[in-house]
């Protein structure tokens, strides 16, 4: 596709018949079948495969992202090939090197190092190679990514219409709690959804920010205080992420204000889902816990959702410029249906 | 696989919310959830009707040295189960110490009492174990037909028999032969990787290593080499837990239509795990158990019986398994042996 859209292929081998994605859009190459069996080379550069990493503000690991995707992998026509960018823009960038190198078919590139992107776009635009951005922008690349916005205001709605429907003559404040002072704009939108949602149901509410630091444990003391501060109110708190979510739920429990506190978190990780036999707080048989749910993102089935893309810009079908992940609220109720648990056998 | 706990967190729930009657469970329109049995619309057996006499007589001719081959694991406190499973094995009542003997023969006796849930270790799913919504084998309403302590129908008491012939199908062999083994560091024999799927073209091509053509009242087992990791307990109960290679969806309606009465694995669910389709749970348990009436055994020990078709080139056996008939439940677990 050329700069203004338009599309042009050259084929050059089975491996390059599509030219490169440039352009806000649309990866929608004319559509030349593959010429033979032979499974799609797709290279896939992970934000970071380190264990004690957590990406994009939430509980989630590279380990569960590449595990989705080596079995989303499974019944696809693909192979995979994986890098870790370990949170490095010049990893990424050096990864981005080898996978044009080994004439890969296509990048799946999820790195937060914006100009590092931007220098990704222009290589693999060099090389003929289309790019699929996950979660940041590359120049040029469709993009397939989280709607933090949507995600927070799920949140909000959720604990604005709790509080309308329970304490409808209390006093009711809200708390939003988390990595407040990361000025990663994910961060910014889901906190402008979370407040935004709660204003709506809920116009005159105040909203206090606990910054934890990207601690979770660390908002145990901040609310503990802060519920010393509200005796006779009730509060909502909006965690930014489960860890915290479930830290919240502690403190409330150490203050004995289970009945005047509501959560909701957000991710829906294994910490809040678990499994069956795990006993997590999301579990059908504790329809009773004061977290309510959480808003799930997903990220450990990213490859389901993202390899289906990459085939289809190989084909020269058309994607949208973005792709957005159905963010949904995963309570007790529906738990098991969006995360049938493995370990229950 | 061992749903009971979550059944019965689900049976609590809605009973809870019920004020306390069973019958009074929603009920769905099973027919269009779950296929009717080709043996009736009473039946409770499902495809151990399949095992006619003939069945057994032809099978018996699978004898021919006499050579036992177990196919199970030991049952004993410390194999893989999941968070909430237990097993726990206490020495109840024995009569060593001086004086508790009875009669001038000094006799003396020992009692156990045995605490766990049916489906552990090697186990056999029964029919009553599986089903959609309230929807379980034959059509089956099981709202109407659960109780606090056991079900009404559907329970393994209505297990005809399995005197009839195994066959084991090396899946390791075939991705071995296929060059596409993609093995488990954590197995210190070779296995196929969790989530590894097995289509119905492994399972003939696992048929074919042995020149074998399923037939009407067979029970296959399939050797994964995942079960080298449940032989390691403890050390890898959450490895041997947390994911398996398996029957993919198609593979399963493969063997239905083979008519096979018992499908079994060295694997804690039989299916591949995750499923391939990251929004179903199960499905394979669906397809044999509850529309076909075809029990799984899971956690089976397979590999002994693998190497034995290896050098006899017999992947062909008498199997002898047999299953208590206790009334009303979901499943046991079980003893099973291969005779050549």
Redesign the interface.
Known sequence: MNLDGTATASLVGRRQFLTVLVGAALAAAPAHARESSEPFRIAFANLNEDPTAHLDGLGFTGAEVRRSFELAARTLPVELIYYDNAGDGEKAVANADDAIARKVDLLIEYNDDIEANAEIGRRMHRAGIPVLALNYPVPGAPLYAADNLAAGRIAGKTLGEFARENWADQTVVAVIAGDLGNTAPYLADRVQGITEALQQVLPDIAVTRLDTSGNPVRVQGLLGKFLAAQTRRKVLVAALDDPTALAAKEAIERAGRIGDCAIVGQGVDRSIHGGASEKKELDPSNRSSIVLGSVAYYLDRYGYEVLPLAIKMLQGAEVPAKTTTKHILISARNVFIEYPPYDMN | ???V??VA??A??VVASLGGTVAAMAQSDCKTLVKASPFGPDDETGATNRVTPAVTKAAAAEIQTGKVTPMAFNLVDGVPL????FTKTVLTSFALVPGAEYGKNKLSYMEDTYLSQS?VGTHLDGLGHIGIKDCYYNQTPMGKYVTQNYLKKLGIEHIKTFATRGVIIDLVKVFQDAGKLKANAACTSPCLDG???ITEADLQAGLKLYNVTLREGDAVFLNTGWGNLFQQFPKQNAAY???EPGLSKSAGEWLADQKVVVVGADT??VEV????D?????PVHKILLTDNGIHII?NVRTDLIAAEAASTKRATFFLSLTVPKAVGLTGTFVNLEAIQ
């Not at chain 2, 990251?278 to 199960?282: Q, T």
């Open positions: 696989m061992k749903l706990a979550l967190t689900v609590f729930s999941f968070g909430t499973r489906h989530g590894t799927v837990n947390s994911s804690w669910a795990i995750p499923s391939e990251k929004e179903e749970a199960f899971e």
